[in-house]
């Protein structure tokens, strides 16, 4: 619908607007390509800044398109592949298989691709909604992402870290479901604000 540059330049032309600022800023952290609301959410939890609440860990690429190699179509009905979120320089692809869009025909389909990005020798990391709804179970797999990635993850303990990564989750994953971790207070989304 629309970019992070035409998002820039309309904002830009709106300075004196109450929040523009602020919305700036914010485009420090846009992506394009999002195909998904959770892919955006998964994306913000795993790359924010500590400070914020998100992991830090560098900035995959949303959605890109890749084309199969030989071997990888011998795994699949289609020439090409389009991982959620990439680390191109890792050869590594974080799928988020929801409930929702992620049935029979379409499980068969993520089975193929990954089959097919596999043998491109592109390791394929599958986040389920439950894993990424578990405080515990997603920071494992993002510890999981950041060891592959090469990047140290401080203790949760250190800089009020475990507060702001349950803020932040608060504000993108349960502000419209209520009370389905453990972990999360009411808190407000003052993580991100």
Not at 13 to 42: D, N
Not at 134 to 140: V, Y
Not at 172 to 179: F, Q, T
Request: charged share 30%.
């Amino acid at each position: 619908l629309t970019t992070p540059k035409r998002l820039k330049g309309f904002l830009t032309s709106m300075r004196s607007a109450p929040g523009a600022t602020k919305a700036i800023k914010a485009l420090e952290y846009v992506l394009p390509g999002s195909a998904s609301p959770m892919e955006t959410a998964l994306y913000l939890l795993l790359c924010l800044p500590r400070r914020l609440g998100g992991y830090a860990l560098p900035k995959p690429t949303l959605n890109p398109p890749i084309v199969l190699s030989k071997a990888g179509r011998r795994h699949t009905i289609r020439n090409r592949a389009k991982p959620d979120l990439y680390w191109k320089a890792k050869r590594l692809d974080l799928e988020y298989n929801s409930d929702e869009f992620h049935g029979e025909s379409s499980r068969a389909i993520d089975s193929m691709r990954r089959k097919a990005l596999e043998r491109m020798r592109v390791e394929v990391i599958e986040l389920t909604h439950d894993e990424l709804y578990s405080t515990s179970l997603f920071h494992a797999t993002a510890l999981r992402i950041a060891r592959r990635l090469g990047k140290r993850i401080r203790s949760e303990e250190e800089g009020g870290f475990r507060t702001r990564r349950a803020e932040l989750r608060q504000c993108l994953l349960y502000d419209d479901i209520s009370g389905r971790d453990e972990d999360v207070d009411a808190s407000s989304c003052s993580a991100t604000s």
